[in-house]
């Protein structure tokens, strides 16, 4: 199942191309990444959503903590983040 949110989405180097969709297969692709990549890609997605990328400490802990997190992602999870995200592009904060 798909969820369209509008997240940037990044290739392997941290460069924006366009859009990317909510789902399983998005967040294999964001699991597949090194520490590295997998910090650049959430640092770009901070920046994007507003939110300062030097305020974000993502140290070996806390991207085991993001990858955790990502692989036990249900469908049900991955809506609720699709409508969050969509709801905070139009202002909605909740």
Same mark, same amino acid.
């Given at each position: 199942?798909?969820?369209?949110?509008?997240?940037?989405?990044?290739?392997?180097?941290?460069?924006?191309?366009?859009?990317?969709?909510?789902?399983?297969?998005?967040?294999?692709?964001?699991? #597949?990444?090194?520490?590295?990549?997998?910090?650049?890609?959430?640092?770009?997605?901070?920046?994007?959503?507003?939110? #300062?990328?030097?305020?974000?400490?993502?140290?070996?802990?806390?991207?085991?903590?993001?990858?955790?997190?990502?692989?036990?992602?249900?469908?049900?999870?991955? #809506?609720?983040?699709?409508?969050?995200?969509?709801?905070?592009?139009?202002?909605?904060?909740?």
């Amino acid at each position: 199942m798909k969820y369209r949110a509008v997240i940037g989405s990044f290739d392997d180097c941290g460069r924006k191309e366009g859009f990317m969709n909510l789902d399983k297969n998005s967040i294999n692709m964001l699991l #597949s990444l090194d520490d590295q990549r997998l910090a650049v890609v959430i640092r770009q997605l901070a920046s994007s959503a507003g939110i #300062s990328p030097s305020s974000i400490n993502l140290g070996p802990d806390e991207l085991n903590s993001v990858r955790q997190a990502l692989s036990m992602a249900t469908d049900g999870d991955l #809506s609720r983040a699709a409508e969050l995200i969509k709801n905070f592009k139009k202002g909605n904060r909740g």
